[in-house]
């Protein structure tokens, strides 16, 4: 039984430490973790919902993050929302210039 536990627990120590670096990768993704203060709390609402809004407002008006869009699409720029709206606009109408 001995021998059997000494040609396994290399393997088993491997598998511990593979999953603790995923798991580590997944807390990464995650992100920072939450604040624990009431005052912090409401920084971070306040901070998410101020991004928000600038996020909706550059939609609608055809300004686009090329930061978020390039993350959001596996690196590969696109536009979307008012900023696809406002290039076709211009592409409509460019002849009449």
Do not use: C
């Amino acid at each position: 039984m001995f021998t059997h536990i000494k040609h396994t627990l290399p393997e088993i120590t491997n598998e511990i430490k593979a999953k603790q670096r995923e798991t580590e990768d997944d807390l990464k993704d995650l992100g920072p973790t939450m604040p624990l203060g009431e005052t912090e709390k409401m920084q971070l609402l306040w901070n998410m919902i101020t991004d928000f809004i600038q996020t909706y407002k550059n939609t609608i008006s055809g300004r686009y993050d090329n930061k978020r869009v390039m993350n959001s699409h596996g690196g590969k720029a696109e536009l979307s929302g008012g900023a696809k709206i406002k290039m076709s606009f211009y592409g409509l109408y460019q002849e009449f210039d």
